[in-house]
């Protein structure tokens, strides 16, 4: 069956740390995938995607992700969290070529400290 | 990008009345639309794909008579949650894609409370 795990529910770190965000996907082949963040209330702002080639990949607001494909993982990555960075962070997948149906993970909250 | 936008933005109705929210392709065509429901610090769950000129396709235990999808052009979609409860509250998100590599393009999303 096709699926998105996110296994940490809640994250804490302190201001100014470095954050890693696991994702693990089961699928018949390799998907696109995504990583979005949502603050309470609001929709999904797309921090970066991956597609193909290089494996890692670059979003915005300093994130990046690490596509290993022996893996199935997905892990998003910041080296310095800020206070604003306080949100629901989901990864998602989807087929690829013009397949527009995801699947989410369970998402990940992630608080910080001051 | 492209822009997919959504209303309206939260409603609140009765119960047992039913309410319709709209998601439009502003500046392309989407023969195939996604809604999406969130409840209450959950995931996203895919509700169902909406078909231009023809039937949607509901997930498993979706009810297709009560969330009615009709996508009658290529720019709008429309889902009707009929006879609502409480139950039915949740933010409810549409999504389409255009062209090849790209990623799927979201609605704001509508926050629909049954009272």
């Known amino acids: 069956a096709q699926s998105v795990t996110q296994p940490d529910i809640h994250i804490t770190v302190s201001e100014g740390a470095s954050l890693e965000l696991r994702c693990n996907y089961s699928?018949?082949?390799?998907?696109?995938l995504f990583w979005y963040v949502q603050s309470p209330g609001q929709g999904l702002q797309l921090l970066l995607k991956?597609?193909?080639?290089?494996?890692l990949v670059q979003g915005i607001k300093g994130f990046e992700a690490e596509f290993k494909r022996s893996q199935s993982s997905f892990n998003l990555r910041k080296p310095s969290v800020h206070w604003s960075d306080a949100a629901e962070y989901f990864c998602?997948?989807?087929?690829?070529?013009?397949?527009?149906?995801?699947?989410f993970g369970t998402g990940t909250r992630l608080k910080v400290l001051a | 990008g492209a822009v997919v936008s959504q209303h309206p933005s939260w409603v609140i109705c009765k119960s047992g009345t039913s309410v319709k929210i709209e998601c439009r392709s502003l500046?392309?065509?989407?023969?195939?639309m996604f809604w999406y429901r969130q409840f209450p610090k959950q995931s996203l769950m895919l509700m169902a794909t909406?078909?231009?000129?023809?039937?949607?396709?509901?997930e498993q235990g979706v009810e297709k008579d009560k969330f009615l999808i009709n996508h009658a052009s290529l720019t709008l979609s429309t889902l009707t949650v009929t006879s609502a409860h409480p139950e039915d509250s949740s933010f409810y998100i549409c999504?389409?894609?255009?062209?090849?590599?790209?990623?799927?393009?979201f609605g704001q999303g509508t926050r629909l409370t049954v009272v």
């Open positions: 699928y018949g082949a390799t998907p696109y």
């Open positions: 500046d392309f065509q989407a023969t195939t």
């Open positions: 909406s078909n231009e000129g023809s039937k949607a396709t509901y």
């Open positions: 999504s389409a894609g255009q062209g090849l590599n790209t990623e799927a393009f």
């Open positions: 998602a997948v989807s087929g690829t070529s013009g397949t527009y149906k995801y699947i």
């Open positions: 991956y597609f193909s080639g290089d494996t």
